[in-house]
């Protein structure tokens, strides 16, 4: 069954066209990647997803429920979370912290019993459960060890684990991954690749990622939907994108076909 | 008739909102920085105008470019000793630092002037022209005269010439201006020394309204703001004709509605912001995501 | 456990402070309550501007109108002070929570001159209804009483000052520790990502904008009915830059840093006050006018210099030298430490 099912997106900036008539289906459990030349409409995909942009046409449904009809506050507690392309942690919380913050939609307690704090029982034990699960999920991670730490004096590879925590211990059903390996060395990446799969099958969670690195879409990916210029121009298994014309045309680019054509 | 006298004695006021309006605008375009001691620098320069007519015997005309001369290096070296070492630091810091300077430069002035109102002479004096019923005093003639030509003159100097061209591009992204060989230190350092002459002219303007004090710029420079929001903050012909609509307004409401003159400005500022952040000329930049 | 004990002792030495200090430092007793109802304020604004990261700086229009909500509550309509006080507080979140709504579209500079103008217009706009504030000229608020004992002196009131301080630092620092509180620094710090992680910046912000309202609303309310005398024209520009300095000075978003810079920039004038007048006796600048004008106003230019010190080597703000301080005793004694080591091997 399909847990997010795109149709007919257009997304315009001006008399820009950034995602063009976008249909896409992500089924529930995959591993799904998106993946395109620079400026292939990927991001914007992501951004409709977090309702950061308004699509011009189209519908978006995630779960069987309209997810246009939602704020960009409210995506995560339909089930969806994301990490994004240049890490966000918050700077001024603690690694432990920011697993609080994305336990948000979770906790709820409100500014009164927040004012009171742990005078309230219920306040107490919110603030224990998500702490609780906030350890479990640093612990899965392995980087327990950093969480007094404040993320900025971390290596950019514990941030992007941070940032993963921090998507996972919302309990998404979905979730989106903007460029994980961006920044990270060969066997870093192969490090992360496993991150995935194990975090997919422990989590029982659907994973979407937009990668500009192959090697990580083709070896983790079981499906894949290329974009090139706005429009889909493939969709299948790894080993039906590789060998299909359109994609091999769209990342060496028309010149080098024609060169070798000719 | 009468209204139409209120929309003059608003243009008025509103060129010397302008005026003010000017200096803040520029440092704003190409610094990034919003300069709470722009009217400091104002009261300041004015000051030495003063102190060039009444101590040295200096002639309004020559005190007036003598004043210029120095409100310019006043700019660069606050912008050297304070604003440049925090060119990284985040926006509050920089703001916090033109509060300090607000309250040095006033304090200093107090010190050295003293805290009692003084006369200020004008430019030009003599007889107010009439054209059919309506009366043009010369003061505010030459003050719409002095705020539309620093408008075109810096408007021209924005679009025409290299160092223009390269406020511009430093006023876009600082790095890639410095990338294709902008001195960009030396250009906020000019911006700030031109900065402070637009201050200065507008002190030394002003001055004969309000009265020379080291509060004269107080009010003056919140009607700045609200002149500057208005047009855009962003662009110069924005904020002359900002600050003459404020002006315009100001009076206009004052004169129906007399006890609202004053939290106009306030109000207008609040609601611009609101419904239309770019203003009546400028533009607003969005964060990409 | 010796912390605790010091926390004891300090809190002690606080309480009998204004039974044992002597006549003739009534002055202090005054400062003091000014200081800690201005640190109120502070404590406010460093949520809103410190944790959650709006610019206000038109703050005292807050405190200005609890002020006035208090005396009109007490003195005109003759509700008991003790309910009045909270009551302005929350009148005032109200008026920061409406607020907070068009500053939902600004943010920086924009938010900046905005809520300068805010500051500019709301004493305006109190003036204008003359039969509650009196006008430019103002109103005097009652003394209050409270179980049969009346507030009149500086040093009574100081407990009344203090009882409020210590509540709603305890508040403060719940807030700061709650979902609440790290929602607030969340958009301070990414409001792509808070976003993201389903915090509703329209919520949020304005919440931000409410309770720092309240806190300057309440100590509006205190201020009324200390001072006996208030007028719309008092809560402007000046002491909405001070409530700034304070928050800057001391540490943005800590509670101890708005106290801390509140005593500071409250005792700060006094103390140039004394050297001036010592300076001024001794007659050395009798004849100098420019001496004489420093005398007058000194401190202005110090807090400019202060502020602009601080943001340039000590971003963090004083509460940071505690830090800094403890840090550099550590490293000394573990460079002892280290030291030791090889010679004990020896």
């Known amino acids: 069954m399909a847990i997010l099912e795109l149709s007919g997106v257009t997304v315009r900036f001006g008399g820009i066209v950034a995602v063009n008539q976008l249909d896409m289906k992500v089924e529930e459990g995959t591993i799904h990647g998106l993946i395109g030349p620079n400026g292939a409409g990927k991001s914007t995909v992501f951004n409709v997803l977090s309702r950061y942009y308004e699509p011009a046409e189209g519908t978006v449904t995630f779960d069987g429920r309209n997810l246009l009809q939602y704020q960009p506050s409210q995506v995560v507690g339909l089930g969806i979370a994301r990490t994004f392309q240049n890490v966000e942690l918050f700077r001024g919380l603690t690694v432990w912290e920011n697993l609080m913050v994305g336990q948000h939609h979770n906790i709820r307690y409100g500014m009164f019993a927040a004012a009171l704090g742990g005078l309230l029982p219920r306040v107490r034990q919110a603030e224990q459960e998500a702490r609780d699960r906030a350890m479990e999920v640093l612990e899965f991670l392995g980087i327990a060890a950093h969480r007094d730490a404040y993320p900025q004096f971390l290596p950019y590879g514990i941030q992007k684990r941070v940032e993963f925590a921090r998507a996972l211990v919302s309990r998404p059903r979905l979730i989106l991954l903007d460029e994980p390996a961006a920044g990270m060395n060969p066997s870093e990446t192969e490090e992360l690749a496993q991150l995935i799969k194990i975090m997919r099958d422990k989590y029982e969670t659907t994973v979407l990622l937009v990668e500009h690195d192959m090697s990580l879409v083709m070896s983790i990916c079981e499906r894949i939907t290329v974009m090139d210029f706005g429009r889909k121009i493939a969709d299948g298994t790894p080993a039906e994108v590789q060998a299909n014309p359109a994609v091999i045309k769209a990342y060496l680019g028309e010149e080098e076909v024609e060169a070798e054509h000719a | 008739m009468i209204l139409a006298q209120q929309i003059i004695s608003g243009l008025a006021t509103g060129s010397l909102y302008a005026l003010a309006a000017l200096g803040l605008v520029l440092i704003f375009k190409t610094s990034d920085v919003v300069n709470f001691a722009q009217g400091e620098m104002a009261m300041f320069g004015t000051f030495i105008a003063f102190t060039l007519m009444m101590k040295g015997g200096v002639p309004y005309w020559g005190a007036f470019v003598l004043a210029l001369v120095f409100a310019a290096v006043f700019g660069m070296l606050i912008e050297r000793i304070v604003i440049r070492p925090l060119s990284t630091a985040p926006l509050i810091s920089v703001l916090i630092a033109t509060l300090g300077l607000l309250n040095i430069i006033n304090g200093v002035a107090g010190w050295i002037w003293g805290y009692d109102p003084k006369p200020f002479p004008t430019g030009i004096s003599g007889a107010p022209i009439r054209v059919g019923g309506l009366v043009f005093t010369l003061p505010t003639l030459l003050n719409l005269a002095v705020a539309l030509v620093l408008m075109l003159a810096f408007f021209a100097l924005f679009k025409y010439s290299l160092m223009g061209i390269a406020m511009r591009a430093v006023a876009e992204n600082r790095l890639a201006a410095r990338l294709v060989g902008v001195h960009t230190n030396r250009v906020l350092a000019i911006t700030w020394g031109l900065g402070g002459i637009l201050a200065a002219t507008a002190g030394i303007l002003i001055a004969p309204v309000t009265t020379l004090s080291i509060n004269m710029m107080a009010e003056m420079q919140v009607k700045a703001f609200t002149a500057g929001v208005l047009g855009g903050f962003t662009s110069l012909p924005g904020a002359v004709v900002g600050g003459l609509l404020l002006g315009v307004l100001e009076n206009l409401v004052g004169q129906f509605i007399p006890q609202l003159k004053t939290p106009f400005a306030f109000a207008l500022i609040v609601l611009v912001l609101i419904f239309r952040p770019a203003g009546l000329l400028g533009t607003v930049q969005r964060k990409k995501v | ?346």
């Open chain 3, 1 to 346: 456990m010796t912390r605790k004990l010091l926390y004891v002792i300090g809190f002690a030495a606080v309480l009998a402070l204004p039974q044992v200090l002597p006549e003739e430092l009534n002055w202090l007793i005054m400062l003091l309550d000014r200081a800690l109802m201005i640190a109120i304020v502070a404590i406010g604004l460093n949520i809103l501007t410190g944790n959650a990261g709006q610019i206000s700086l038109g703050h005292a229009a807050f405190m200005g109108f609890g002020a006035f909500v208090c005396y009109g509550l007490t003195d005109i309509i003759g509700v008991p002070f003790w309910f009045s006080v909270p009551i302005a507080g929350f009148v005032a979140a109200i008026l920061g929570w409406g607020l907070g709504f068009p500053a939902l579209r600004l943010s920086g500079h924009y938010l900046a001159i905005a809520t300068l103008g805010f500051g500019y217009a709301i004493p305006q706009i109190l003036n204008l209804f003359e039969g509650w504030t009196g006008g430019w000229t103002g109103v005097k608020p009652s003394v209050p009483t409270l179980f049969g004992i009346s507030f009149s002196s500086d040093r009574a009131y100081f407990y009344l000052i203090l009882v409020t301080l210590v509540v709603l630092v305890w508040i403060a620092r719940n807030i700061q520790r709650s979902a609440v509180g790290r929602a607030f620094i969340a958009l301070r710090d990414s409001e792509v990502a808070a976003q993201a992680m389903g915090i509703s910046l329209a919520k949020y912000k304005t919440m931000a904008f409410a309770i720092s309202a309240f806190y300057a609303g309440v100590a509006g309310g205190l201020w009324a009915h200390w001072l006996n005398y208030i007028s719309p024209g008092n809560f402007g520009f000046g002491i909405s830059i001070e409530l700034f300095t304070i928050i800057v000075l001391g540490g943005l978003g800590t509670v101890s840093g708005a106290i801390v810079g509140a005593l500071f920039l409250g005792l700060l004038p006094k103390l140039t006050e004394i050297i001036s007048l010592s300076l001024q006796r001794s007659g050395a600048f009798a004849d100098s006018f420019f001496m004489q004008n420093v005398f007058k106003n000194s401190n202005q230019v110090l807090t400019g210099v202060i502020l602009i010190l601080v943001v340039l080597y000590l971003p963090m703000g004083l509460v940071d030298l505690w830090r800094k301080a403890r840090v550099w005793w550590e490293t000394r004694r573990q460079a002892a430490g280290r030291q030791a080591v090889p010679r004990g091997v020896k």
